[in-house]
């Protein structure tokens, strides 16, 4: 493990001071790579506040979080300017928490700090960073800027040990921000095959819900696509009829791409067609399974046009992983189960649901593998709101 003599505290002046230091820095990580070391993450992207801690052995050894939905219900959806406010009170303690749990000392236990550097909400993405350089530079720790959805992606080899679930594999990642089919050939090796062309499939999960009024469930893993989840659980998914998004169009079905703001409007044309009552629970749970299976159905379409591009590439697939906070839907995981395992003869990989949605322990993760492969960034590093993942970032050594 790193000791904390090895990398002794700095005040960054200038550019020139920072990029001296961090060689010396990268130098040291080298060798000390190779032995087993802690790693940091701090996740602050969007509305959660979380803090995890992983092991370079694949073991967990703490996480903490702190959840907003109740300040953000009201409002029917994120408020950035409430959750930056948010974040900036509570990481303070939601990093001690983590640390307490574990019963680790961040100068001598911690040996690498890694903070998600986008994409996400630009004022949240700052207050994490900001805190992840100055406990990186202030007690010379490496620092580690992920990429959100790399770390969704990469969370599967946590869960699964690297061994079992080798490169490369197709991945499918679902959350309210994002909707991206990838193929994972290596750790910061990404082929992008489709994304959302309008709203994610969990915004438009969220949109339906509210469309429906349904109270968001509470605690880790609620909000208001699980509320439309566990109301589809009761309801007929044949009881309306809604279109396929994409399938009328014959160059847009052959795209990989997906597109979901249309679903949520025929749901709301059935409610004014149809003079629905929304008070009447069986309705909302049949217009709620409605939404579900055809989003569904989508999802499959898609992911069997990457199915097909990934053969006549020759890319041989070991697994097909879905993450993010919608890949916790059981509903969801079930069809894709049977797509991977009965169509295509390979496994389905999902992190257990806790870690399908944010965390901090999928960003120490995707530290750990970043770190292994030398890929350690510089303090002056910024916040990328707006970041493709199939883009190389220029901001890391690779020692």
Known sequence: MFHHRLFPACIIYSKKTCRTFCKTLFINAAHISKQSFNVLGIETSCDDTAVGIVNSDRKILSEAIHHQHEIHEPSGGIVPNLAMVNHQTYLPSVICEALNNAALDMAKDIDVVAVTRGPGLPGCLGIGLSAAKTLAAVLGKPLIGVHHMASHALTARLTQSPEILPFPFLTLLISGGHTLILVAHGIGHYTQ??????????????????????????????????????????????????????????????????????????????????????????????????????????????????????????????????????????????????????????????????????????????????????????????HIPKWSIANKCKYFYKY
Not at 260 to 280: A, H, Q, R
Not at 358 to 382: C, H, K, P, Q, S
């Open 193 to 382: 095959l489709g994304t959302t062309i309008d709203d994610s499939i969990g915004d438009a999960f969220d949109k339906t819900a509210r469309l429906l009024k349904l109270s968001w469930l509470k605690g880790r893993g609620g909000g208001a696509g699980a509320a439309l989840e566990q109301c589809a659980l009761k309801g007929d998914p044949e009881k309306y009829m809604v279109p396929i998004p994409m399938r009328k169009d014959a160059r847009r079905k052959r795209e990989m791409n997906y597109s979901f703001s249309g679903l949520k409007t025929s749901i709301k044309d059935l409610v004014e067609k149809y003079k629905l009552n929304l008070d009447d629970e069986n309705v909302k749970n049949d217009l709620a399974a409605t939404f579900q299976h055809a989003a569904t159905i989508h999802l499959i379409d898609k992911l069997e046009l990457a199915f097909e591009w990934c053969r006549n590439k020759g890319i041989s697939l070991t697994a097909l992983v879905a993450s993010g906070g919608v890949a916790s839907n059981k509903s969801i995981r079930s069809t894709l189960k049977r797509l991977a395992n009965e169509q295509h003869n390979i496994p389905l990989i999902c992190p257990p649901p806790h870690l399908c949605t944010d965390n901090g322990i999928m960003i120490a993760w995707a530290g750990v593998e970043r770190f292994r492969a030398g890929l350690i960034d510089e303090y002056t590093i910024d």
